[in-house]
């Protein structure tokens, strides 16, 4: 009687051992990362990127020195190409005030040149006109005649020079009584001369106009 009773006895503890160990089995392998022991983590794989060392502070002062000789260097530069261009264009407004005086000498050279010209033909009918008066009170009115006629042959036809001549050959002519060729004269004379000097002369000649010319003193008014 007593071993069939401790058969089922046994059956029940091996059952219940059975269990025991399949519930540590499974504690344990859920539990075998945790018990596991630790392995080093791997060093993170190169991703092909170099990673620059942080400049030391030797390396950061001797390249902020190296940076300023460079940006002085420029400004130096910078300094003496505006000085070039500053000196450039000093140079050229001098040029240009050289080139500008020597226009105005020259321009002065030349009017003073037309003036000596304009002047010379004037100076020399006056010496003209002064000889050919003393000749008149040296020589009498023939000789002075003479004089101006052969003046008249050394001036233009149209020249301002030739009107003062024929003038002053009409006042001779008129001084000698040919009235009719002084008439002619100072007609040829008031043709030549400009407007202004044209009323000047006709005054005196009124007088004599009106009482020796056919046409008396309105002839006159055809020289207005």
């Given at each position: 009687?007593?071993?069939?009773?401790?058969?089922?006895?046994?059956?029940?503890?091996?059952?219940?051992?059975?269990l025991?160990?399949?519930?540590?089995w499974?504690?344990?392998?859920?539990a075998?990362?945790?018990?596991a022991p630790?392995?080093?983590?791997?060093?993170?794989?190169?991703?092909?990127?170099?990673?620059e060392?942080?400049p030391?502070?030797?390396?950061?002062?001797?390249?902020?020195?190296?940076a300023?000789?460079?940006?002085?260097a420029?400004?130096?530069?910078?300094?003496?190409?505006?000085?070039?261009?500053?000196?450039?264009r000093?140079?050229?407004a001098r040029?240009?005030?050289?080139?500008?005086?020597a226009?105005r000498?020259?321009?002065?050279r030349?009017e003073?040149?037309r003036?000596?010209?304009?002047?010379?033909?004037?100076?020399?009918?006056e010496?003209?006109?002064t000889?050919?008066?003393e000749t008149?009170?040296?020589?009498?009115?023939?000789a002075?005649?003479?004089?101006l006629?052969?003046?008249?042959?050394?001036?233009?036809?149209?020249?301002?020079e030739?009107?003062?001549?024929?003038g002053?050959?009409?006042?001779?002519?008129y001084a000698?009584?040919?009235?009719?060729?002084a008439?002619g004269?100072?007609?040829?004379?008031?043709?030549?001369?400009p407007?202004g000097?044209?009323?000047?002369?006709?005054?005196?000649?009124r007088?004599?106009?009106?009482r020796?010319h056919?046409?008396g003193?309105?002839?006159?008014?055809?020289?207005?």
């Amino acid at each position: 009687m007593g071993s069939g009773e401790d058969k089922p006895r046994h059956g029940f503890i091996n059952r219940y051992w059975v269990l025991i160990v399949i519930v540590l089995w499974l504690i344990a392998w859920s539990a075998r990362d945790w018990l596991a022991p630790a392995e080093p983590e791997d060093p993170p794989a190169a991703s092909g990127v170099v990673l620059e060392e942080e400049p030391s502070a030797e390396d950061q002062e001797a390249a902020g020195e190296e940076a300023a000789r460079e940006e002085a260097a420029r400004e130096e530069a910078a300094r003496e190409e505006a000085a070039r261009e500053e000196a450039a264009r000093e140079e050229a407004a001098r040029e240009e005030a050289a080139r500008e005086e020597a226009a105005r000498e020259e321009a002065a050279r030349e009017e003073a040149a037309r003036e000596e010209a304009a002047e010379e033909p004037a100076l020399e009918v006056e010496a003209l006109l002064t000889e050919a008066r003393e000749t008149y009170w040296r020589e009498g009115a023939a000789a002075a005649r003479t004089v101006l006629e052969g003046g008249l042959e050394t001036q233009a036809y149209e020249s301002r020079e030739r009107a003062d001549i024929l003038g002053e050959l009409g006042n001779l002519q008129y001084a000698t009584g040919d009235v009719e060729a002084a008439m002619g004269s100072w007609d040829r004379a008031l043709e030549k001369l400009p407007e202004g000097e044209r009323r000047a002369m006709m005054a005196p000649l009124r007088p004599i106009y009106s009482r020796h010319h056919p046409q008396g003193a309105d002839h006159l008014e055809r020289f207005r």
